[in-house]
């Protein structure tokens, strides 16, 4: 349905390590934007050290990073304690004025960033109307926790409508299903 492409993201991965980076990189992605909670960690963690990892990863392949949150900066800064990355905080996703931000602070073109985030509505939402690629990965969530928001219900809905379009680019990036 045209009425949900603006949501539509790019690609889809299981989670931020089912993506083939260097794929990206081959195909000319110079930075990655990242969401952080339900992205890389469940919702106000700590990062860890598998995601801190990551970060060493990319880098050493050549990858930029930024993290974009609608959360503050005490929080951002809890988070990369770890980490050395580019950040921006209370972006006020989806609002496209911080994706331009992001792209303006990494020094590339909106066609060679990505997006990866865990919501239609904000990160995906925003990395369309900024014209950057966007990545939806699955919510991270405990295994204790057994309800979603009323959203995530919503997103499932638009997901169906994608997996049956046109709109899957990057599909042979990731290594997670699709």
């Not at 992205?39 to 801190?52: K, Q, R």
């Not at 209370?90 to 990505?114: C, M, N, W």
Request: aromatic fraction near 10%.
């Amino acid at each position: 349905m045209r009425l949900f492409e603006k949501y539509y993201p790019r690609g889809y991965a299981k989670s931020v390590f089912a993506i083939d980076y260097t794929k990206l990189y081959e195909k000319g992605c110079r930075a990655v934007i990242f969401d952080i909670d339900n992205t890389l960690v469940h919702h106000g963690d700590n990062s860890t050290p598998e995601v801190d990892q990551l970060f060493v990863k990319l880098h050493a392949a050549g990858l930029k990073t930024l993290l974009l949150t609608n959360n503050d900066e005490e929080r951002v800064l809890r988070f990369i304690k770890n980490i050395e990355t580019e950040y921006i905080c209370d972006a006020e996703k989806p609002d496209p004025s911080g994706y331009i931000k992001a792209i303006e602070k990494l020094g590339v073109k909106r066609s060679q960033a990505v997006v990866i985030g865990d919501q239609l509505f904000t990160d995906i939402l925003g990395a369309n109307r900024s014209g950057i690629a966007g990545i939806l990965v699955r919510f991270i969530k405990l295994p204790e926790e057994k309800r979603i928001g009323k959203r995530r219900y919503l997103e499932k809905l638009i997901m169906l409508f994608w997996r049956h379009s046109k709109h899957k680019k990057f599909n042979d990036i990731y290594l997670g299903e699709s």
